[in-house]
């Protein structure tokens, strides 16, 4: 068996940029916390605000942006533009309306999500309490 040499130039200098972009962020845990991250067994009450704020925030824009893009689609097929305007009105208009609608559902779909997620929470906080009674003893 023979080991390989790498050459000079595939090998990286500490100080170079590349050798940054390869060293494991500090940070990185900290700048991404998600909800998978949020521990089950936190008994801090949270209220309905701090819950659905997101999908609620969601469903708000979508359903400003989806109102904006029938009116500008209505505004394109009533009034009588020139043929520049005209066709900008048509394009944008359903674009705003798809992009609002799909918004939209995106937040109807999210808030049984967070519902069956607080559920399970309940359910695990349970078992947990169960389990511990009977193995204290």
Known sequence: M???VL???LEVDEKSPEAKDLLPSQTASSL???SRSESIWTTTPRSNW???RKPVVIMSVGGAILLFGVIITCLA???KLGDKSLTALKMIGPAFLSLGLMMLVCGLVWV???KK???QRQKSS???NFKSFFLNR
């Open 2 to 4: 023979t080991t390989e």
């Open 7 to 9: 050459p000079s130039a």
């Open 32 to 34: 991404c916390i998600s």
């Open 50 to 52: 701090e819950i659905y």
């Open 77 to 79: 097929y009533t009034l």
């Open 112 to 114: 049984p999500i967070i």
């Open 117 to 119: 997620k607080q559920k």
């Open 126 to 128: 349970f078992f947990q």
